[in-house]
């Protein structure tokens, strides 16, 4: 994880991220990327016959605020002796993170803001979604939801890094009945990375979702594969993914597809 790339804007928790990606960087001895994006396409409207214009004034406002965020950012980061760039793009967010993260090794965002599902399922790099608060580095204690898929297979092999220096990591399978796989190649593969991962099986109560939650609490980080499922079935009937993208109390997530 030597190419961080987080995104700096003005709502909250842009503080939480950029300082996150400066820990994770200076352990990994890695280099930030910090992009603010300001997306022209929220500053175009639509005259009655049928044309559309900027919304000039609008925009500029959006661009100068946008501009001290990125100064702020440079400012944050000027002092502390990690490697950084910042950026700035006008295209969609989604579009303009997934192009900036194509040789990024991983991306922060807030789970507020919105981006990390569709990050998930658009960008090749893996999602470190977060709370409103910084993720402590080196992490404390992490758990993985283990469902033997390609998408947890995926977020497993992304967060060996971050994993390799926790204290505690719980690889979690939730399992409809006793006798359950018992997630040996997952246990294997970490152990080659220097994770010494203790393997629980719990029957599902209720939901998968709120099942793995309850093994999960108090942890500081949740690995878990992105949308297993259909997304559009995950929005409209409930998910895992959804769920712990909505949990206020929910760890910070560290999802790929």
């Known amino acids: 994880m030597r190419s961080i790339l987080v995104n700096a804007d003005r709502k909250p928790g842009s503080d939480a991220r950029l300082q996150t990606a400066v820990d994770i960087a200076r352990r990994e001895n890695g280099h930030v990327t910090v992009l603010v994006d300001t997306p022209v396409s929220r500053y175009i409207a639509m005259d ?3 044309g559309s214009y900027v919304i000039s004034e609008a ?15 440079e400012t944050h980061l000027a002092g502390t002796g990690v490697p950084f760039e910042v950026i700035r793009c006008e295209d969609d967010p989604v579009t303009a993170f997934a192009y900036a993260a194509r040789l990024a ?20 790099a893996p999602v470190l979604a977060l709370a409103e608060t910084p993720l402590k580095v080196p992490v404390g204690t992490a758990c993985i939801g283990w469902d033997g898929g390609e998408q947890a297979a995926a977020a497993l092999r992304a967060a060996a890094p971050l994993l390799a220096q926790c204290s505690s990591v719980k690889l979690i399978c939730v399992v409809e009945k006793e ?3 018992p997630a040996t190649d997952a246990l294997r593969y970490l152990s080659r ?6 393997l629980e099986e719990h029957e599902r109560v209720h939901s998968t979702q709120e099942t793995l939650a309850a093994a999960a609490q108090g942890a500081d980080l949740l690995v878990m594969g992105a949308y297993g499922k259909n997304r559009v079935r995950e929005f409209l009937f409930g998910g895992v993914t959804e769920f712990f993208l909505k949990e206020a109390t929910a760890p910070a997530l560290l999802l790929a597809h």
């Open 48 to 50: 009655p016959m049928g």
């Open 105 to 124: 090794d991983l991306i922060v965002v807030s789970r507020s803001g919105g981006l990390a599902g569709d990050l998930a399922l658009r960008a090749r």
């Open 193 to 198: 990375h220097g994770v010494n991962a203790e």
């Open 59 to 73: 925009l500029d406002k959006a661009l100068e605020a946008d501009d001290e965020v990125a100064a702020a950012a």
């Open 179 to 181: 006798g359950g796989f």
